[in-house]
């Protein structure tokens, strides 16, 4: 049926937008996760009431969850199919993000009711008798449940959506919690120990955890993060291909969903160009990274005198100063600049590892000490970077 499915929804979206084609997938997969957990959620409040577990209405109520989780999913995938407009220019594929913050909401706020709900059951055990429709209705759950996760996380893989991976592992925690019901539902038949309660207990419990690590993941979306080593990968792998750059630097990411990508970076080119030609070379990058990559890339120019004597004479000082230091410092932008007195401005970034607790301050006040006391009349200006995600392939 899974293969059905798949081929269907391939052959719908063949000619659609990858964001279109996205959200078909995405509300796909999340109707048809309402349609199982609420099939599953009716067969097991039957059986959990007419049996009395305690354990089992946990579970049923677990799957209750999942439904309204699917139908949260649903609504964020419609509104982040939504077009750009003038009150969001980026889009809205992070209210997809919002939705699976909801869902985690709910969760564990399933998860917290239910502990209350076993401890009362161990304060006052009673045994409960199970017949053989309690253990079918338990098996054909958890064969449900492993089918939805290998379903959330073919089609979560193919369009790079958070939320179906997160949906599929909790399918996958409810995989286990039923079958911790099931395990214990046959040794309290075969050893009449009042079991339900601490099964319940520890199935809420299970809840709970899970929901704290999707709320986890989804905040870290929010408020934002360095992008996966993959799309890093990406990008750098892509920067790597233009033989007629010097280096690059301040690689910074902003991400507002799977297919809204921005991304500013710093070219080094030889101050030898024209304007012209230079901006021939990083129209083609920007050009490249969105035709290739599907990223809104946007380059700054930083000229490199690289034929320069006194620049490198200064430069190699600048390192050997920097060096030093043994703090692991990086520089790039490096420009000289001769004063009216006659005096000279040097001016370079510094990248700082996040391990060093000396102050930007600090650092400064050393560094214009060290290279006067080296090249006599210098005046140093120093930009500090601290957050940009990659490595920097700077030329100087």
Excluded at 66 to 85: C, E, N, R, T, Y
Excluded at 282 to 308: G, S, T
Aim: glycine letters at 6%; charged letters at 15%.
């Amino acid at each position: 049926m899974m293969k059905f499915l798949l081929q269907k929804l391939a052959v719908k979206t063949r000619h659609q937008s990858a964001i279109t084609a996205r959200t078909s997938y995405g509300i796909t997969a999340t109707a048809i996760g309402a349609g199982s957990n609420l099939l599953l959620f009716a067969a097991k409040i039957a059986i959990g009431l007419l049996s009395g577990s305690v354990a089992i209405v946990t579970d049923a109520i677990n799957n209750l969850s999942d439904l309204l989780s699917s139908l949260v999913a649903l609504i964020g995938f419609k509104i982040a199919a939504k077009k750009p407009d003038r009150s969001h220019p980026f889009g809205h594929e992070r209210s997809e993000t919002i939705a699976g913050f909801i869902i985690g909401i709910v969760i564990m706020f399933v998860g917290l009711q239910f502990v209350l709900t076993s401890i009362n059951k161990i304060q006052t055990p009673t045994l409960i008798h199970y017949r053989w429709p309690v253990y079918l209705i338990l098996v054909l759950s958890m064969a449900l449940k492993l089918w939805q996760v290998t379903f959330y996380r073919q089609i979560g893989h193919q369009i790079k959506s958070d939320t179906l991976m997160v949906t599929a592992k909790d399918s996958l925690n409810d995989v286990y919690t039923t079958g911790a019901v099931l395990i214990s539902a046959i040794l309290q038949n075969l050893t009449h120990w009042p079991l339900d309660g601490y099964v319940g207990l520890g199935v809420a419990i299970y809840i709970l955890v899970s929901a704290i690590s999707m709320l986890h993941t989804f905040i870290n979306d929010l408020l934002g993060h360095q992008p996966a080593p993959a799309l890093s990968h990406r990008i750098v792998d892509q920067l790597s291909h233009y033989q007629n750059i010097l280096g690059y630097h301040d690689l910074i990411v902003h991400q507002y969903g799977a297919n809204t990508i921005f991304a500013t970076v710093h070219i080094e080119l030889a101050s030898s160009l024209s304007l012209t030609q230079a901006y021939k070379i990083i129209d083609k990058i920007e050009h490249d990274f969105w035709h290739h990559l599907e990223i809104h890339l946007v380059c700054q120019i930083d000229p490199i005198d690289i034929q320069h004597r006194r620049t490198a004479q200064v430069y190699e000082t600048v390192q050997a100063v920097i060096n030093h230091y043994n703090l692991g410092l990086k520089t790039h932008d490096f420009h000289i600049e001769r004063l009216v007195n006659h005096d000279h401005l040097i001016q370079f970034d510094l990248v700082v590892p996040e391990q060093v607790t000396i102050s930007d301050d600090e650092l400064l006040v050393a560094i214009n000490h060290d290279l006067r006391k080296i090249l006599g009349a210098v005046t140093v200006e120093v930009t500090f970077d601290h957050n940009y995600f990659s490595e920097n392939h700077t030329l100087i």
